[in-house]
């Protein structure tokens, strides 16, 4: 089993052709993932042919890719004037999946493309602004590694794309069922709680590593999720403890106001519902190994 991804998932990129979409479209099928399309108004009708022999076309169209190849899932890396619009084609065409990688896009556009797949009701968006998802030795949708982990049962959910990598090569040793980089923008459309949800319904996954950093409340509100719906051990990290007050950190969405948002109060909150919170990336998978240790036992 895998959350939101798996072997059965077929997937487009939108702006293959570009230099990134080229790039990382090579790597995902150098993972395993079945690329079946690639969308690009200008080139449809074309086929763009990568290393290890595969050719894969491309359409004009979502709708006209998912069509012609059975496509559910689309990896969207259409520069950030752009992207707005290109979510809204794959929201129409009722892809069941959308990872937005695009960094930098409009605030205004992510809650208006956000907004649009609530009314819609089809399609899942994970990102904007983030690594996307993988579920090793299946499918890898976005940018994320995948030679530095391999398939198991720990569930991993990140608003920060290197934690992200850095958790998966800490845990090495025990693997992941799915890994999901949600975003660090302050509109994103995949939770901490729906992947906290999946992975508690999710028979493959013992044990989930949830991170998170400073600035809103989502994790607060992951913390209150998971006192009331989630039965399986959880380990924490909040990004931001060393933070100055009142400074807007990396991400987007880091932005403290008062105690809200604050590294401790995230951590109060997530420890009140039996979530072990390390100070570090590492002192975190050190916590996650002894339960995994412990789960083996």
Do not use: W
Not at 264 to 283: D, F, I, M, W
């Amino acid at each position: 089993m895998a959350i939101f991804l798996d072997e059965n998932s077929k997937v487009i990129v939108q702006g293959m052709t570009g230099s990134e979409g080229m790039k990382h479209t090579q790597r995902m099928l150098a993972s395993g993932t079945s690329i079946v399309g690639g969308v690009n108004p200008r080139k449809a009708g074309t086929t763009v042919e990568f290393d290890g022999g595969t050719t894969v076309p491309v359409f004009g169209t979502v709708a006209e890719a998912m069509k012609e190849t059975g496509a559910n899932v689309s990896v969207i890396f259409v520069p950030p004037a752009f992207a707005k619009s290109a979510v809204v084609e794959a929201i129409d065409a009722a892809i069941p999946l959308a990872v937005v990688i695009t960094e930098g896009i409009a605030v205004k556009d992510s809650a208006e493309f956000y907004a649009y797949s609530r009314t819609k009701g089809t399609t899942r968006i994970v990102g904007p602004n983030c690594p996307g998802l993988i579920s090793p030795g299946k499918s890898n949708a976005g940018i994320i590694p995948a030679n530095i982990a391999g398939a198991g049962r720990i569930g991993l959910v990140s608003k920060s794309g290197t934690l992200t990598y850095q958790m998966m090569y800490e845990l090495r040793e025990f693997g992941f069922s799915s890994a999901v980089g949600i975003g660090g923008d302050p509109i994103i459309g995949t939770t901490h709680i729906d992947c906290l949800e999946a992975f508690e319904k999710d028979p493959e996954t013992d044990a989930i590593v949830m991170i998170g950093e400073i600035g809103g409340d989502a994790e607060e509100r992951a913390a209150a999720y998971i006192k009331e719906h989630v039965t399986k051990p959880v380990v924490g990290y909040v990004a931001g403890f060393t933070a100055p007050e009142g400074k807007t950190m990396g991400h987007a969405g880091a932005i403290v106001s008062g105690s809200a948002g604050t590294a401790a109060a995230k951590q109060e909150a997530l420890e009140a519902a039996g979530v072990k919170v390390g100070k570090t990336p590492s002192a975190t998978a050190d916590l996650m190994r002894e339960i995994m240790r412990s789960l083996k036992g």
